[in-house]
T-cell receptor, first 113, second 110 residues
Framework: DAGITQSPRHKVTETGTPVTLRCHQT?????MYWYRQDPGHGLRLIHY???????DKGEVSDGYSVSRSKTEDFLLTLESATSSQTSVYFC????????????FGAGTRLSVL | GENVEQHPSTLSVQEGDSAVIKCTYS??????FPWYKQELGKRPQLIID?????GEKKDQRIAVTLNKTAKHFSLHITETQPEDSAVYFC?????????FGTGTSLTVIP
């Protein structure tokens, strides 16, 4: 598997608390993505990054923010978690963005109670 | 934005038979169409992809076809094996954004 590490792998939190998920890569790829996966919805893009400090919104960005201060790290923050954000979150990396393959991390299972 | 529809949502085939999964997309600007396989509890992994300037691509038992005019593309798996059982996702890419279908759960019955 490509050098992608997501942390934590599992998290249970309470409604209203802030949560930060981390994606770390060792491939030096330019593009990094955050998706959520829910039954019946497939994978939906939350945010993506095309370079350090360069990010853009995806189709389900409300309630999420991201930051990328280093090439290797892409953080996803839920400022105030809600039960609707219970999901499996996948990070993906790509050398050439929309022109080429994405490699996925192992995922983070988040439960918001 | 792009809208990708995928059918069927579930598919059961006998071992050795063929399986076909179909996707349609809405944005004519989409120019890259990957297919991912996701086994239970695992990460999605690319199995084949096709670009908009190509009509068909084959890799051993797997093939993908693209009809740009009709805005649809399909995954064909021949001589299915039990290890092909998984969820398959199609995607259409516009710019740097990947839009995924809702997935097809394929079960290959030995």
């Amino acid at each position: 598997d490509a050098g992608i590490t997501q942390s934590p792998r599992h998290k249970v939190t309470e409604t209203g608390t802030p949560v930060t998920l981390r994606c770390h890569q060792t491939e030096n790829h330019r593009y990094m993505y955050w998706y959520r996966q829910d039954p019946g919805h497939g994978l939906r893009l939350i945010h993506y990054s095309y370079g350090v400090k360069d990010t853009d919104k995806g189709e389900v960005s409300d309630g999420y923010s991201v930051s990328r201060s280093k090439t290797e790290d892409f953080l996803l923050t839920l400022e105030s978690a809600t039960s609707s954000q219970t999901s499996v979150y996948f990070c993906a990396i790509s050398p050439y963005g929309g022109r080429d393959i994405q490699y996925f991390g192992a995922g983070t299972r988040l439960s918001v109670l | 934005g792009e809208n990708v529809e995928q059918h069927p949502s579930t598919l059961s085939v006998q071992e050795g038979d063929s399986a076909v999964i179909k996707c349609t997309y809405s944005d004519s600007a989409s120019n890259y169409f990957p297919w991912y396989k996701q086994e239970l509890g695992k990460r999605p992994q690319l199995i084949i992809d096709i670009r908009s300037n190509v009509g068909e691509k084959k890799d051993q038992r797997i093939a993908v076809t693209l009809n740009k005019t009709a805005k649809h593309f399909s995954l064909h798996i021949t001589e299915t094996q039990p290890e092909d059982s998984a969820v398959y996702f199609c995607a259409a890419v516009t710019g740097n954004q990947f839009y995924f279908g809702t997935g097809t759960s394929l079960t290959v019955i030995p």
